[in-house]
């Protein structure tokens, strides 16, 4: 079972990672123009070091191109017939962007390539363990896969839960009892979550709803300012899902929660628990008590199986049978 969802693939501009401030690197523009809007679609870094040798089937378009002390000092030992050839072997790559770390010097030739291949020059004055490092969690940042989803993300006992279901069945409801209990809210209603890596999901809220929250018979209130800035979170890392359901009085629900659920999101399965909403029932508190059995689940412990083990043979694995 999916979330239904819409995907959305970013890129960046090569002009973007130029002029980013949280970089801390001061890159600078040696060649741009119009190839600052040159577009980067993977936070992947690459060293230029296999393409000069004569291995440019490993290069990829949308990834930046990194020139550092390494290849000066391969480039210095070839004969000016080699070098002329590794130089020109970078021209069908179509790379993207190219920067030169460490303060180095264009090397000669290279500015001509540049201008002829289409690609932007830039340069920076750190070495290139740093500029890399820099550079890719910025790219990881904005170029993450996105989705949005309607639901709840609470930060519980230290948990991301993404509460889901239907509108009205009480989820706004019940994730203000569990602020009051001391839970911090991270979004209400519009969950903005991205994908890390390959199986980290983060969850946001977006820009104009953040810390707000919709109750009905009370509006939009602000949980920040009833609550204090403890009360919410800026961005928290989902760990399991919640879909709440209205009770069905023939319903099939799980009783020993051996078997578990999952639900994808962006392509990542994250643990679900279907939880059924009826009168008498303290979702809320059920939440905490999942929230706190994950992590049970997480060190090893699974009450299910600890009591199958204590059971007689012949009662099937059930309670009383």
């Not at 001509?112 to 004055?125: C, H, T």
């Amino acid at each position: 079972m999916d979330v239904p969802e819409v995907a959305i693939q970013q890129t960046v501009t090569v002009e973007a990672l130029a002029t980013a401030r949280d970089l801390g690197l001061q890159l600078e523009v040696i060649h741009g123009d119009d190839t600052l809007r040159n577009r980067i679609t993977s936070p992947r870094i690459q060293k230029l070091g296999l393409a000069l040798a004569g291995f440019p089937d490993y290069i990829h378009p949308g990834r930046v191109q990194v020139f550092g002390g390494s290849e000066a000092n391969y480039l210095r030992i070839l004969e000016p017939a080699a070098y002329e050839q590794a130089l020109r072997g970078l021209e069908p790559l179509r790379i993207c962007c190219l920067i030169i770390t460490r303060g180095l010097e264009v090397p000669p030739g290279l500015l001509d390539l540049v201008s002829k291949s289409g690609f932007a020059l830039l340069r920076a004055a750190a070495p290139s363990s740093v500029a890399i490092r820099r550079i890719t969690d910025y790219l990881e940042s904005k170029l993450a896969v996105r989705t949005t989803v309607h639901g709840v993300l609470l930060a519980v006992f230290g948990l991301g839960v993404l509460i889901l279901g239907p509108s009205g069945i009480g989820k706004s409801e019940c994730a203000l009892e569990l602020i009051l209990r001391g839970h911090r809210l991270v979004a209400d209603d519009s969950v903005e979550i991205s994908r890390y890596q390959v199986d980290r999901l983060v969850g946001t809220g977006g820009p104009v709803l953040r810390h707000h929250m919709e109750l009905r018979g009370l509006g939009i209130i602000d949980i920040k300012q009833l609550f204090g800035v403890s009360a919410t979170s800026q961005s928290h890392e989902l760990d399991f899902v919640v879909r709440l359901e209205r009770w069905k009085p023939q319903g099939q629900y799980d009783r020993l929660g051996i078997d578990r659920k999952t639900v994808k999101i962006l392509d990542v399965p994250m643990p679900l628990i279907e939880m059924p909403v009826a009168p008498g029932r303290n979702v809320s508190t059920l939440v905490e008590v999942a929230a706190r059995n994950h992590l049970l689940r997480g060190d090893g412990y699974q009450a299910p199986k600890e009591l199958s083990a204590d059971l007689p043979p012949d009662s099937g694995g059930r309670p009383g049978a």
